[in-house]
């Protein structure tokens, strides 16, 4: 069974600041993992994925995330924050057979302050 | 547009009423997955198809919830006898082949009320 633990459940930043969403993971098998980024009233967009190979992955909109094994962490950066920003992130796992579900963390909301 | 369609937006019920969810999903998608989503929380799964066989619903807290995807595009989500603990955003999405790997499509989902 997989879980996922993200640690904020809320996060203010003024903008244009860096920001770090951090995210653990729990797996007793190899995991895919991921970002996705929820808007007001609406569904989740994905942010980013990693898969294998190199442990930085880049995505959408300047965001990055480091996978980091030996901490079983994924956590989730940004170096320069805009009010558009503002909405709930979610990190999630999901296992590598054929028909795995996605299993998401509590979410961090991500306040922006001009 | 060419994304994942859910149907109706919100719906408002009466505690024992039944209700069902559309999902359109993204033609020639061929997995489906619903998502239950409480307020304040991360979705939660609740059931996958991978074109009309629904190989997993292990996520489906009671027999009073029933999914179908019978021709392998379109899927209903059924509520049987509604509970005030059923409010929730109900989320689908679609993926174009089967596997953990496979990017999942969300549509906006359903909130669904119950009095």
């Known amino acids: 069974a997989q879980s996922v633990t993200q640690l904020d459940s809320q996060v203010p930043v003024f903008e244009e600041a860096p920001v770090e969403l951090r995210c653990n993971y729990s797996?007793?098998?190899?995991?895919?993992l991921f970002w996705y980024v929820q808007y007001p009233n609406q569904g989740l967009q994905l942010l980013l994925k990693y898969l294998s190979g190199s442990t930085l992955v880049k995505g959408i909109n300047g965001f990055e995330a480091e996978f980091n094994k030996s901490q079983t962490s994924f956590h989730l950066r940004k170096p320069s924050v805009h009010i558009s920003d503002t909405a709930e992130y979610f990190c999630?796992?999901?296992?590598?057979?054929?028909?795995?579900?996605?299993?998401f963390g509590s979410g961090t909301r991500l306040s922006i302050r001009p | 547009g060419a994304g994942v369609s859910q149907s109706p937006r919100y719906k408002v019920a009466k505690r024992g009423q039944d209700v069902a969810l559309r999902c359109d999903p993204i033609s020639g998608h061929v997995s489906l997955f619903w998502y239950q989503q409480a307020l304040g929380q991360g979705p939660e799964f609740l059931t996958y198809?991978?074109?009309?066989?629904?190989?997993?619903k292990s996520g489906l807290p009671s027999d009073r919830f029933f999914a179908e995807r019978p021709e392998g595009s379109v899927s209903t989500l059924k509520i049987q006898r509604t509970q005030q603990e059923d409010s929730a955003v109900y989320l689908c999405?679609?993926?174009?082949?089967?596997?953990?790997?496979?990017?999942?499509?969300f549509g906006d989902g359903t909130r669904l009320s119950i009095l």
């Open positions: 999630a796992v999901s296992g590598h057979s054929s028909a795995s579900k996605i299993i």
């Open positions: 797996s007793s098998v190899s995991v895919y």
């Open positions: 999405a679609s993926s174009p082949n089967t596997g953990g790997a496979q990017p999942q499509h």
């Open positions: 198809f991978q074109n009309e066989a629904q190989l997993d």
